[in-house]
DNA sequence: AAACCATTCATACTAAAGTACCAAAAAGCT
DNA sequence: AGCTTTTTGGTACTTTAGTATGAATGGTTT
């Protein structure tokens, strides 16, 4: 709502900076009116992709994490960082070496995650974790 | 590639036609400058919003499927469901009840995807799926 | 200090996943 | 009809995943 109130406000301000080029160059003669139209031109398809920037982005807004959940959860900043892995389809012994600690270790955590997001199996982890954006997609 | 040749196009199209219309405004007299200030702010605008759904739309292009790509891999319909209900989190003897099929068919699908997948679990099978735009993200 | 939590790890077990190999219907193609 | 692919299913086996339980360590809170 905040952008789209800013988006008008400098579509009206450029537009009445480009109105008083306007006169300006009437006063001064006309040989410039193609110069003062190229600047509208450039100016208003920059608004245009500005605009785009901004809705693509919110477009890409389901891809973003929900760290609160994360915790509200009870998930842990270990537990978590297991999820992440798990989610890119590493093992538990991958995932071990990785994080430097014993596939037992990431057995544990494993474990405590099915039981905080109520999933009976790591697959069904990861999407019940997409589905409450605890991570990216 | 082909977008971008056509956008560029119709901005240079836009701006002959433009300084057309500014040169016949200079030979009419100064009064319609404003106006046509008006309709170049308005189409270059539009340009810019016209850039913007094309992007917004190919942000949102991850979360159709590459049917094409299914066959490319040799993955069969029946080994592409599985790949579906892998992919939601459930067991072999899930998925074998949702089908009306045996759990040790389900472990041939899983088997045989996992192959043309080149993924060593049905974890990372749903991974790499996902980055082939084989399902849904 | 005591209590609490997160993290680590181990053992022993059950369950699920995955492999290998085979085989037989069923469907599709030429 | 003959061939090929798909789909189905089984057995036997290995590997990975997941559970249950207990325990040690370090950091934080009360």
Chains 1, 2 share one sequence.
Do not use: C, W
């Not at 890409?60 to 992440?84: A, M």
């Amino acid at each position: 709502m905040k952008k789209t109130i800013f988006v008008f406000s400098a579509l009206i301000i450029s537009l009445l900076v480009l109105f008083k080029l306007g006169e300006y160059s009437f006063i001064s003669g006309n040989t410039s009116i193609e110069i003062v139209i190229s600047i509208v031109a450039i100016v208003f398809l920059g608004i245009g992709l500005y605009i785009n920037r901004r809705k693509a982005q919110s477009v890409r807004e389901p891809n973003h994490v929900d760290f609160k959940k994360v915790k509200t959860l009870g998930i842990s900043d270990r537990e978590y960082e297991v999820l992440i892995e798990i989610a890119k389809g590493l093992s538990n012994k991958e995932i071990g070496k990785k994080l430097h600690i014993s596939e037992s270790t990431i057995k544990t955590h494993v474990s405590n995650l099915l039981v905080k997001l109520n999933a009976k199996r790591r697959t069904q982890a990861i999407q019940i974790a997409k589905e409450l954006s605890l991570i990216p997609q």
